[in-house]
């Protein structure tokens, strides 16, 4: 099979669902499956001397708990859950397999499955350039073809801009229920801001004159 030709009857899927139980089947038959509520096709382990970190990060998103297996699948989940676009989010989704060249199948389970407001999907893969071997880039181009072939979107993606995680990481606490302010609005937000003390913030001594909100907690830039 070619890997840029693998349609949906060349692919098997296999996936867990919301309410525990395995399912198999072409994913041709099964692409309609509400991908964004499944359980993780696989769990996420934590052992002594384990070199992957993996972890929960609360979605706003999803109004839950998402599973990662890297601190890399964690920030892209994290940019993921800030996507305005984005409406529901699963870790390790479903389990694709194929048959490979010597007839022996080949299994690829994609990092996340996504959901966005206009019903579309988009499946990624998160491992960036230099750790991507020969078999990778094929389970990753056969994964890419599949998906086209049932009207999803793939992507595959590796480290993100560094200025722009550490923002992300530190607005992302904002997020939680726990702090919510719904008597707080964007505009009043805004007003606080045009009057409050400068600050400073910044990263690797790159320094930002900013004005810290005291309604919101949060800095705004003071060109607002």
Known sequence: MNANEASAEDVELEYVSAAGLRERGPLGLLWSVPFESVRPERQFPAFRGQGNWCGWYWSATCGGH???ESWLERDRLMLLDFDPLVTGISSQPFRLSWAGPDGK?????????V?????TAL???VRPDERIGPGDAVKFAVT???C??????????????AVLMANVRWLAGYRHPRVHRPDVSPIACWRCSLTAPVCWTGLGGRATRSRCCRCCSTCSGAGF
Do not use: I, M
Request: charge should be neutral; charged fraction near 25%.
């Open 123 to 125: 499946v990624v893969d």
């Open 105 to 113: 199948r080949v299994r690829h389970t994609p990092d996340f499955f």
């Open 115 to 119: 959901r966005r407001a206009d019903g």
């Open 144 to 146: 890419a073809a599949a």
């Open 148 to 161: 086209q072939s049932v009207g999803w979107d793939f992507a595959r993606v590796g480290a993100p801009e």
């Open 66 to 68: 998402v599973g990662y």
